[in-house]
């Protein structure tokens, strides 16, 4: 297979506390590897890492078969960018749409800034009149799309999301996974998504890592799980509570 | 009845234009019932919880016929009135917990201080009732969060610190916005079992937003449709599933759902008709 990202023994620790123990995985060029898992298990220091915004880590990170040290250079964020899980504290509260947006192509002098701002826009589906407000007039729903806009404008070929539709309604979290669906087939992206949302994974992602307690206790593709082919017990609880909450007749929680 | 508003409007005005983003709204609330709002992104939710609080942007304009909780009309309450209501017999679950917890004080000294503003006890006091709290919103290792600055904390994390912070003065109605949208599917389930006891055991009114329908649909008694800064319908949350507004057959089609995979979801199609019906 043609591997993007290949990670191998991956260790991150705060201070004293190991909060990543041993993590591999691998994510082909152009799929879309999920981690799901309870909270406080690692999913996000994990991409964290990934994205080089982490400096405590140890193992082998290698994109397109080349590891990546702690430092990484300017070219890397052409090639891969983020969507953080937290909409107003990735977004500069004093900055307006239009300058969030443009900041990416102003420091890599990109031409025809004006005309790329305004696609990315409209690609996440945001009305041009927002362009020149400051994040804090968006609903948390816009806001969020404005973060992927962002990412998106760099034109990457590696987007690594951390919970990017947890603070969408379902509306807009529909036009963000079939926006993120269009975008891996038009383009060719390949993705690594965190959700807690199991249904959100299984839509976008063909093979998927469950996390607790720092380490990726089980690897298996969407097909197997819901297959009901599960085996351990928390991609069993997980997948159970999912399909419990998944209709609104189903038994109360 | 601890909350009754009626026709509530809410503007802002710039350049010569004015927009209206919350277009007479009505709701109330009986202590222990729990009323779920739901609706699209932008549809005036948040604005509409803050409205109550007195928590909107100073730029808002605000306007209602009735602004009641428990009998209190809160249109004209001074801000000082205000503070003593919220964080007190008002708690609220803001959508952004990183940006509502203090990044310069660590979880435990605001959790202790939120118990503290409203309960008799000693430093050490609190800080044993801040551990309990954290307990209570299964944190797994709370003696270490209650040390944590909400920066060295994950996102499901600090949004239970800040459910912590809200139940520590124990308020009789608690309007939380999106409490659990960063929580896995159990913890987010132990979170809700833990309001349901709190609405049971002290009578507490709920209001939970949040766009999960069919979380709202099992956790609430009501549930009010949004779109557009009005009131598309309001229906019994166990009749959620056979709702007929078409709006809220779009919310609920939208959906991924593990049983039933599909290449891409279906998307709204909305209508300029459901805004000129006169709601409910
Ligand atoms: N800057 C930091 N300093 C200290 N500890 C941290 C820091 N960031 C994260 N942690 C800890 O690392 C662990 C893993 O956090 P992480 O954010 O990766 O969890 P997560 O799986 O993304 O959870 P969630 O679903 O709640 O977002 C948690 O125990 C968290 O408290
Ligand atoms: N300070 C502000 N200035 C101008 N417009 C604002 C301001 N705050 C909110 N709005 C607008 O009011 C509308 C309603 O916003 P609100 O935050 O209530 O939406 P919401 O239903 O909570 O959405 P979400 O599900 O995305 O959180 C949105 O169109 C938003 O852009
Ligand atoms: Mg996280
Ligand atoms: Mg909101």
């Not at chain 1, 082919?229 to 609104?248: C, F, I, M, N, Q």
């Not at chain 2, 609220?92 to 008799?120: C, M």
């Not at chain 2, 124990?170 to 809700?192: C, F, G, K, R």
């Not at chain 2, 709202?216 to 008694?221: G, I, K, M, N, R």
């Amino acid at each position: 297979m043609n591997t993007m990202i290949d990670v191998a023994g991956l260790r991150i620790a705060f201070g004293a506390s190991e909060v990543v123990k041993g993590v591999d995985f691998n994510v082909a060029r152009g799929a879309c590897f999920g981690i799901v898992g309870e909270s406080g298990s690692g999913k996000s220091t994990v991409l964290r890492a990934l994205a080089g915004l982490n400096r405590d880590w140890s193992g082998r990170i290698a994109f397109e078969g080349t590891p990546v040290g702690l430092k990484r250079s300017g070219a890397f964020y052409t090639k891969v960018q983020m969507v953080f899980q937290d909409p107003f504290g990735s977004l500069h509260p004093a900055q307006t749409i239009d300058r969030i947006l443009s900041e990416f192509l102003l420091v890599n002098r990109t031409g025809d800034i004006d005309g790329r701002v305004n696609r990315a826009l409209a690609e996440v589906a945001l009305p041009p009149s927002v362009r020149f407000r400051f994040p804090h007039q968006l609903s948390g729903g816009q806001r969020q799309r404005v973060a992927i806009a962002r990412a998106l404008i760099a034109e990457p070929e590696v987007l690594l999301l951390d919970e990017p539709t947890s603070a969408l309604d379902v509306s807009v979290q529909a036009e963000v996974l079939n926006l993120l669906a269009d975008l891996r087939r038009r383009l060719g992206l390949t993705y690594v998504m965190v959700s807690h949302n199991l249904a959100v994974i299984a839509h976008l992602c063909e093979h998927m890592g469950v996390m607790q307690h720092g380490e990726m206790v089980e690897q298996l593709s969407t097909r197997t799980l819901r297959e009901g082919g599960a085996t351990h017990p928390h991609t069993r609880d997980l997948a159970a509570l999912s399909l419990s909450l998944e209709t609104v007749d189903a038994p109360a929680v | 009845m601890l909350v009754d508003i009626q026709d509530l409007r809410i503007a802002f005005e710039g350049n010569g234009k004015r927009f209206e983003a919350v277009r007479g709204v009505n709701l109330s609330l009986a202590p222990r019932e729990k009323l779920g709002i739901v609706g699209e992104s932008g549809s005036g939710k948040s604005l509409t919880a803050r409205a109550m609080m007195k928590l909107l942007p100073p730029q808002a304009i605000i306007s209602a016929t009735r602004m009641q909780f428990d009998g209190v009309d809160l249109l004209t309450r001074s801000e000082r009135q205000m503070r003593r209501i919220r964080g007190g017999r008002m708690g609220f679950v803001l959508q952004d917990p990183k940006y509502s917890l203090n990044p310069v004080k660590t979880i435990g000294t605001q959790i202790a201080e939120s118990w503290r503003a409203h309960n008799t006890g000693s430093r050490k006091m609190a800080r044993e009732a801040a551990l309990d709290l954290l307990e209570q919103v299964m944190i797994r290792n709370p003696a270490k969060v209650l040390d944590a600055y909400p920066h060295e904390v994950s996102g499901g994390m600090g949004q239970r610190a800040m459910i912590a912070m809200m139940l520590a003065p124990d308020p009789d109605l608690l309007i939380a916005d999106e409490p659990t949208s960063a929580l896995d599917a159990s913890v987010q389930a132990e979170i809700l079992r833990l309001i349901d006891a709190l609405v049971e055991r002290r009578n507490m009114g709920l209001i939970l937003i949040s766009h999960d329908l069919p979380l709202v649909s099992h956790f609430c008694d009501r549930v009010s449709v949004m779109y557009m800064g009005r009131q598309m319908e309001e229906i019994a949350a166990a009749d959620l599933a056979q709702a007929r507004h078409p709006y809220t057959r779009g919310l609920l089609n939208c959906m991924p759902a593990l049983n039933q995979p599909r290449e891409t979801l279906p998307v709204l199609a909305r209508d300029a008709a459901w805004l000129e019906e006169t709601p409910l």
